[in-house]
């Protein structure tokens, strides 16, 4: 009998800016959940490296990232309440918006195009202006196509990241 094909297959954007513990920081928090993407019913088929950014919003801890690419038989809710799980088992708290948190998981792209309902957007709404998400995404999946744009994760990072020209201002008298 062959092997059973999993029907869903979905980019995942990790981030951490809070440790947990003292031997739980945000790189082993990273690494931890990662871990916890390849246990069934999830399979982790490839992860980035860990990368530092500089956070957005108020928050001055700086926080690991990273990308992975998850197989599943879960359709997207219950892929994201299985994802909320993950982030609660490392004592992730929702409340306030940009706080720091320890552990933050979000759904970037989908195999199955777009998603939308009162709690899911897929592809995630911001992920395009985010270096963060795209550089470790590159790393994992550059020819995965946004469904909204048809651009793939490649060029996108390179419409994000491309030399920006300079204002160079009045010309002096």
């Not at 031997?23 to 399979?43: E, F, H, I, K, S």
């Not at 926080?63 to 299985?82: G, H, K, M, T």
């Not at 897929?122 to 020819?143: N, S, T, Y």
Request: aromatic letters at 6%.
């Amino acid at each position: 009998m062959g092997k059973h094909r999993l029907n869903h297959v979905y980019a995942v954007a990790l981030g951490s800016n809070r440790a947990r513990s003292r031997t739980l920081g945000p790189n082993a928090l990273v690494r931890a959940a990662l871990d916890m993407l390849g246990q069934p019913p999830l399979r982790l088929r490839a992860c980035s490296r860990i990368i530092s950014s500089a956070p957005l919003g108020p928050s001055r801890r700086r926080y690991a990232n990273a990308a992975a690419i998850v197989a599943s038989d879960l359709p997207p809710p219950q892929f994201l309440a299985r994802l909320q799980a993950i982030e609660a088992h490392f004592g992730r708290q929702r409340g306030q918006r940009w706080a720091a948190r320890t552990l933050d998981l979000d759904i970037i792209l989908w195999s199955g195009g777009i998603w939308a309902d009162e709690a899911l957007q897929i592809p995630h709404i911001a992920f395009r202006g985010r270096d963060f998400v795209l550089g470790p995404l590159r790393e994992v999946a550059p020819e995965w196509r946004d469904p909204v744009t048809n651009m793939n994760v490649r060029a996108l990072f390179m419409r994000l990241n491309k030399p920006k020209p300079v204002d160079r201002g009045p010309a002096p008298d």
